[in-house]
C-alpha cells in the first residue's frame, strides 16, 4: 500500500511537469489576474502553467481587507463572476458587488484549473529564458529552495508567452529590464514604479496598462500598474478580474500569429 501511494504522486507529478515543459502560457503568480488569465486561456484550448511560490494560489485576494475577508467588485466586472460561477451579493444600487473572498479565490482556482490549466504551488519564478531578444520562457526553482537561499540550479519552462502577474513587486519585468538592459514598452523604458492609493484611476489603469511590455512579456494585475506608474487601488478586485481577461486575449492573438 505504502509503495503503490508513493508511486502514484511519484508517477502522476513527473508526467504533469514533464507535459508543461513546454507550453503556450506561462503564468507567474496566482493572484487574481493571473488566474483568470489561466482560466480563458486554457478555455481557448491552450496548454497553461501557473506557478506559484505560495502553498495556497490566490494572492492577495483571501485576506479581504484586513482581514475582514469580503471585498468588493464593480459592476463591470459581474459578467466575469458569473462565467467562472462565483458567488455575489448586490451592495449599493447594484454598482457594486460583495464577495466571500475564500469563497471567490477558492472559485478561481477552481475555474482555472477546471479549464485545463495546470497550477505549481510552491514553485519560485527565478528568472526567465532571454533568447532572440524576445522572453522565450521561465526559470524555475521550488519555493524552500529561494527561501533557503541554497545554491541550487532551476529547471527551465519553455513558454510562447508569458505572463506577469506576481503583483505590486513586478519582479519578472524589474529582472527582465535590469539584467537584459532593456527598455520595456513604458514611458521610460524601465518599472515605473507604482503609485500611491487611488481607487477610480487604479482600477482603469491597471486594464489599461495591461499589455505586452517586452516581446513575450505580458503584464497583468497590480503588476500592469506597477510596470506603468499608476496608482494602487486597495480591497476591490474588479480591475483585476478584466485586467486578467485583457492579459487572456492579447496572449492569445500572439500564440496564434507563432
Ligand atoms: O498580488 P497578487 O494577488 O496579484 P494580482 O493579480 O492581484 C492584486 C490584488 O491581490 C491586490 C490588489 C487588488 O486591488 O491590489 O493586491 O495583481 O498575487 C501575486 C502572486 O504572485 C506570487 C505571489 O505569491 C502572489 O500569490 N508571486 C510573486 N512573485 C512570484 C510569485 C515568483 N517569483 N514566483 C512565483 N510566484
Redesign the pocket.
Known amino acids: 500500500m505504502e509503495t503503490i501511494v508513493s508511486h502514484g504522486i511519484v508517477d502522476t507529478y513527473m508526467q504533469k511537469l514533464k507535459n508543461n515543459l513546454s507550453v503556450d502560457a506561462a503564468i507567474?503568480?496566482?493572484?487574481?489576474?493571473?488566474l483568470v488569465a489561466a482560466y480563458y486561456l486554457a478555455k481557448a484550448g491552450k496548454k497553461v502553467a501557473l506557478?506559484?511560490?505560495?502553498l495556497a494560489?490566490?494572492?492577495?485576494?483571501w485576506g479581504g481587507a484586513m482581514m475582514f475577508n469580503d471585498i468588493i467588485i464593480q459592476k463591470e466586472a459581474i459578467h466575469i463572476l458569473d462565467e467562472l460561477n462565483v458567488k455575489y451579493k448586490p451592495y449599493k444600487d447594484d454598482l457594486f458587488y460583495v464577495l466571500d473572498s475564500v469563497h471567490a479565490t477558492s472559485a478561481l482556482i477552481y475555474a482555472a484549473t477546471s479549464a485545463g490549466a495546470t497550477i505549481f504551488n510552491c514553485?519560485?519564478?527565478e528568472d526567465v529564458v532571454y533568447k532572440n531578444n524576445e522572453v522565450a520562457g521561465l526559470v524555475v526553482n521550488w519555493a524552500p529552495v529561494m527561501k533557503e537561499r541554497m545554491h541550487v540550479d532551476p529547471l527551465m519552462i519553455m513558454s510562447k508567452t508569458v505572463l506577469e502577474?506576481?503583483?505590486?513587486?513586478c519582479?519578472i519585468a524589474q529582472l527582465v529590464a535590469r539584467k537584459n538592459k532593456v527598455k520595456l514598452n513604458t514611458p521610460s523604458g524601465q518599472v515605473e514604479g507604482e503609485k500611491s492609493l487611488s481607487i477610480e484611476e487604479g482600477e482603469i489603469t491597471t486594464v489599461e496598462n495591461t499589455k505586452e511590455i517586452f516581446p513575450g512579456l505580458f503584464v497583468?494585475?497590480?503588476?500592469a500598474n506597477g510596470v506603468s506608474g499608476s496608482f494602487?487601488?486597495?480591497?476591490?478586485?474588479g480591475g483585476?478580474l478584466l485586467s486578467g481577461k485583457k492579459a487572456a486575449e492579447l496572449m492569445l492573438e500572439s500564440i496564434n500569429n507563432k
Do not use: K, L, Q
Open positions: 507567474v503568480g496566482g493572484g487574481p489576474s493571473g506557478f506559484e511560490r505560495n494560489p490566490g494572492g492577495g485576494m514553485f519560485s519564478v502577474g506576481t503583483g505590486h513587486d519582479m497583468s494585475g497590480m503588476a494602487r487601488m486597495g480591497p476591490i478586485f483585476m
